[in-house]
């Protein structure tokens, strides 16, 4: 079974720290996604990639920057996190050829800005 | 642009009974694909049942059906002998070909099941 594992399920940072968020998948999916999950409000695309070293950014993309340096890895990155930034964060990778088969989704990081 | 509308925030079912949760959705694309997934209170999405744009049959997994209506262009989910693990948030997302793999999310709608 592909996994894709979240480095943390629950974060606590104080407003203006620089944080980090990591994906590791291990099936060598081309494409990796950072989606914010918040009520009301469905999942919202802030970073995707399709390749090593390549990224895009989706419909949220403010505040945020990422990196992939290698395939299995695609961090997130705040920069100086916000309260607003408070959210659930959903990692997801997929193949980049196989559209049938939906993403495969990390269990969540549920980060407080405090 | 690529929009996805869940206009159910709730649902409830009998167990054991069928239920319904609506998806539209609106896009350009010719081709495309849509997909359901379920996340329990756990919090992990999981994927159930995808549905190409040029398929003719309607995509079926076990319990889970899709209702695909190109010309009303809307997604349905249909659960059959619904079951008390299915309560938990299902979402419908949508996929162009031209958006190089990228998922379109509705809100989402809480489905409970009573026993």
């Known amino acids: 079974d592909v996994k894709v594992t979240q480095s943390s399920r629950y974060l606590v940072k104080r407003t203006g720290e620089k944080v980090f968020l990591e994906c590791v998948q291990d099936m060598d999916h081309e494409n990796m996604f950072w989606y914010r999950q918040d009520p009301g409000l469905g999942l919202r695309l802030i970073y995707f990639s399709y390749d090593v070293k390549m990224k895009e950014k989706g419909d949220i993309p403010e505040g945020y920057s990422v990196s992939r340096e290698k395939k299995e890895r695609f961090s997130l990155i705040l920069e100086s996190a916000s309260t607003n930034q408070t959210s659930m964060y959903l990692c997801a990778s997929s193949l980049g050829a196989d559209r049938g088969r939906g993403y495969t989704f990390g269990s969540g990081t549920r980060l407080t800005v405090v | 642009a690529q929009k996805i509308t869940q206009t159910q925030p709730g649902m409830f079912v009998q167990e054991k009974e069928a239920v319904t949760l609506d998806c539209t959705y609106d896009t350009s694309d010719p081709s495309y694909g849509l997909f359901w997934y379920k996340q329990p209170s756990s919090g992990e999405m999981i994927f159930l049942i995808y549905?190409?744009?040029?398929?003719?049959q309607n995509a079926t997994e076990g319990r889970y059906s899709l209702n695909f209506q190109k010309a009303r262009k809307s997604a349905n989910l249909v659960i059959s002998a619904s079951q008390l693990g299915d309560s938990a948030m299902y979402f419908c997302?949508?996929?162009?070909?031209?958006?190089?793999?990228?998922?379109?999310f509705g809100d989402g709608t809480t489905l409970t099941v009573k026993p």
């Open positions: 549905q190409g744009s040029y398929d003719q």
């Open positions: 997302a949508m996929r162009e070909i031209v958006t190089a793999g990228k998922s379109t």
